[in-house]
């Protein structure tokens, strides 16, 4: 009987000491809803006025269960404030809908924008997402790849068993990812293609439903996607100001470096032994470590006591140290003199304290832009590095009117382009790089040390880099007459693009990467993106390449390199697309389909019946059909004697697309042919006989080149053509 009242007093204290507990830690701010629906809204979210912390978080309760960002007009599914993600609805692309005459360069789909915002797409939990049979999908930022996968042919489309390239393909993300484009294209013709889509997802969600994708995604428009989320200092700062001791020691803030512009981005977080919402004044509240059977003392910290209640024990006595208060004691003591000397003093010491933190801003930018990195670089190869100048940003911000918009040439997926003059008179091209993460800075100092071994007069010149700003800048000579892309795609009757101007343009190009491929430096370097926008005019209308970001130098042993794929659609080598092995002969596919822009002065990318296929694809069949006439550039075929030249070229541009790699000619070959070509203008060499119709090249003559191919071969005369007579291919895109 004793023993039943002990343990019914027991009971008792117990069920007393719980219901004097602090009730559950606040998730709002006072008088503001928690939830909407089944999802709760923790500050710093809200709905309503003056429950957010700012306008990027305020919540709209739609019907009263749906919520939804206002300033992204996403749907939230959950908010996690321990991990710092936000769970959103975000749409599927379909081409479904797509109408057959749609220009297949405007099938591109842009995802919601999150630039200027808290928010970026999460890396580690999303995955970009392809699905359908003979489907390409890429995300692309200003039409340039940053990511994609490819899912081939299914001939039994009734099994779905995974995701590995059978009408399910997925690949990773960049980090910092705001914004992107989705784009589809076809691989093949030869596949039965129904709808497609592309989508970034949350990884976890879709395996969970991987069986049924199908099903669901056909019946669905949107799919969840995870959002990484932070505040910013601005915002915060309110609350800062009215922080106690008891907000400052049971929560931490810093800054997040999961956001490229950490500095101004912070995320908090409750101390150990405290849980609830860090970014309330007070939110979070102290945890019973100690309540638990058999109770243990050692779980408390040691600056707290584990008090002994009734049947449980309780950490408490929090031992917060002093901080020591900063004071300023200005005393009248010395007088007038005095203070005027403390006020000198002052302001000598402000102006120091400013030029210092100037120097050390300057230091931890050219750290960051990869100075060190360059050094390094230059030090391991025979540079000269007197010719590439070092400016400071001061001066290029003159040149440039501090990057006045009025002074912008162009704008690429690497950057920005701003004309300039230097004080010695020099006009130049700035380029003031797009994004500063790991590998943009790498693309940056290579560059750099690529530009600096290399000197011809068909490559643009670097004539220095600027590293002390936010974001690293390269100086190059200014070309004034825009690039061959806007001469061929955007005709100008006032002046006239003549072939003469494009055979000239076409053999400059092929000699500036037969010396890349072969003299430029001690290793081979390959440009890896070679396009007609990459290849600028002077004031002579003389070719010069540019835009080395992504070029690399190899090993005179190596054949070929494994890598990310990077270049642009229309000019990318297939080989290179499936295998991730980048050769010479990749350079010399990009050059082929700059060939055939020449001659035909069609975008790398066209449109035939409902599918959009590659400008190869359509060359080369026309080749094959004998219709070449049919898409040559009608403004350049004046002549008879030009259409003989045409046919040549397009012989040896059918030889460079060639799908395989290995019976692609040289850049040396290459430039030899274009010579030989271009001296039928001068009567120093005599043209082979072609049919009168122009329709005809690609049989008869065909033969004739093989025989001609076939003695060069044997012999060491270079005024002959090598080997003409390639199968045509069929590459959709």
Not at 53 to 80: H, M, Q, T
Not at 620 to 627: A, F, I, K, N
Request: glycine share 6%; aromatic share 10%.
């Amino acid at each position: 009987m004793i023993a039943q009242l002990v343990s019914l007093l027991i009971l008792l204290t117990r069920s007393v000491y719980v219901l004097a507990q602090a009730p559950p830690p606040p998730l709002a701010k006072p008088g503001c809803s928690t939830q909407c629906g089944d999802v709760e809204i923790p500050f710093p979210f809200g709905v309503g006025a003056g429950c957010s912390i700012d306008e990027w978080y305020a919540i709209e309760c739609r019907n009263g269960s749906k919520p939804f960002i206002k300033g992204i007009g996403l749907e939230v599914l959950g908010i996690s404030l321990e991990e710092g993600t936000m769970l959103v609805n975000h749409p599927i692309f379909s081409d479904c809908d797509i109408d057959d005459n749609e220009d297949p360069e405007k099938r591109s789909y842009p995802s919601t924008d999150l630039e200027g915002s808290p928010f970026q797409f999460n890396q580690m939990k999303n995955r970009f997402t392809g699905v359908g049979s003979n489907n390409a999908a890429f995300m692309t930022i200003d039409q340039e790849p940053i990511a994609g996968c490819m899912s081939q042919c299914d001939k039994d489309e009734s099994e779905e068993v995974g995701c590995f390239g059978i009408n399910c393909c997925q690949t990773r993300i960049p980090r910092h990812l705001k914004v992107f484009n989705a784009t589809m294209v076809s691989m093949s013709e030869s596949c039965k293609r129904g709808c497609r889509y592309s989508f970034l997802v949350q990884q976890n969600w879709f395996q969970t439903y991987m069986n049924n994708r199908m099903r669901i995604i056909s019946y669905t428009t949107e799919v969840p996607v995870t959002l990484d989320w932070g505040v910013y200092y601005q915002s915060f700062g309110l609350y800062e100001s009215s922080k106690s001791k008891a907000y400052n020691f049971t929560s931490k803030c810093g800054n997040s470096d999961q956001f490229r512009s950490s500095l101004s981005i912070i995320q908090c977080s409750c101390r150990q032994g405290y849980v609830g919402n860090p970014y309330l004044l007070k939110g979070c509240q102290d945890v019973d470590e100690c309540n638990q059977q058999p109770p243990n003392i050692d779980v408390c910290p040691s600056s707290m006591i584990c008090e002994n209640l009734p049947g449980t024990y309780k950490c408490s006595g929090y031992n917060v140290p002093r901080v020591p208060r900063k004071s300023v004691i200005l005393t009248g003591i010395g007088g007038g003199l005095g203070l005027v000397f403390a006020l000198l003093g002052a302001w000598w010491l402000h102006k120091a304290l400013k030029k210092r933190k100037e120097q050390q801003l300057k230091e931890k930018n050219f750290k960051q832009n990869g100075g060190l990195l360059l050094r390094q670089q230059l030090s391991s190869i025979e540079v000269n590095v007197d010719k590439i100048k070092i400016f400071n940003s001061k001066e290029l911000a003159k040149a440039t009117d501090n990057f006045n918009m009025a002074r912008m040439l162009g704008r690429g997926g690497q950057g920005t382009v701003y004309k300039g003059m230097l004080r010695d008179g020099r006009i130049v091209a700035v380029k003031k790089s797009k994004i500063v993460d790991e590998r943009k800075i790498r693309e940056f100092i290579n560059e750099v040390v690529i530009l600096s071994q290399i000197s011809h007069r068909n490559v643009v010149k670097l004539w220095g880099c600027c590293l002390e700003t936010e974001v690293p800048l390269l100086v190059y000579e200014f070309i004034p007459n825009g690039t061959l892309y806007e001469y061929l795609h955007t005709p100008n009757d006032e002046f006239p693009f003549t072939w003469e101007m494009r055979l000239r343009i076409a053999m400059e190009v092929a000699g500036a990467l037969t010396y890349l491929h072969l003299t430029a430096a001690s290793f081979p370097i390959y440009h890896r993106d070679i396009k007609s926008s990459n290849i600028l005019l002077d004031d002579k209308y003389r070719a010069k390449i540019a835009d080395f970001g992504t070029s690399k130098s190899f090993s005179p042993d190596k054949t070929h390199v494994t890598t990310r794929v990077q270049g642009t659609f229309g000019y990318l080598d297939p080989e290179y697309f499936q295998s991730s092995q980048f050769t010479e002969k990749s350079d010399v596919y990009s050059f082929g389909v700059v060939l055939v822009e020449l001659l035909t002065g069609k975008k790398p990318i066209s449109r035939i019946s409902e599918e959009s296929l590659s400008l190869v694809t359509l060359f080369l069949s026309s080749m094959e059909e004998d219709t070449l006439s049919d898409i040559m550039d009608a403004q350049v075929l004046n002549s008879h004697h030009v259409k003989e030249e045409m046919a040549a070229v397009a012989q040896l541009a059918k030889k460079c697309v060639n799908l395989n790699g290995k019976q692609r000619p040289t850049m040396k070959e290459v430039t030899q042919d274009l010579e030989s070509i271009r001296q039928w203008q001068t009567g120093s060499c005599v043209p082979l006989h072609y049919d009168e119709e122009f329709r005809d090249i690609g049989s008869e003559t065909s033969k004739s080149w093989e025989e001609d191919s076939t003695s060069r071969r044997s012999s060491s005369d270079d005024s002959v053509y090598s080997s003409w007579n390639v199968k045509p291919f069929s590459y959709t895109m």
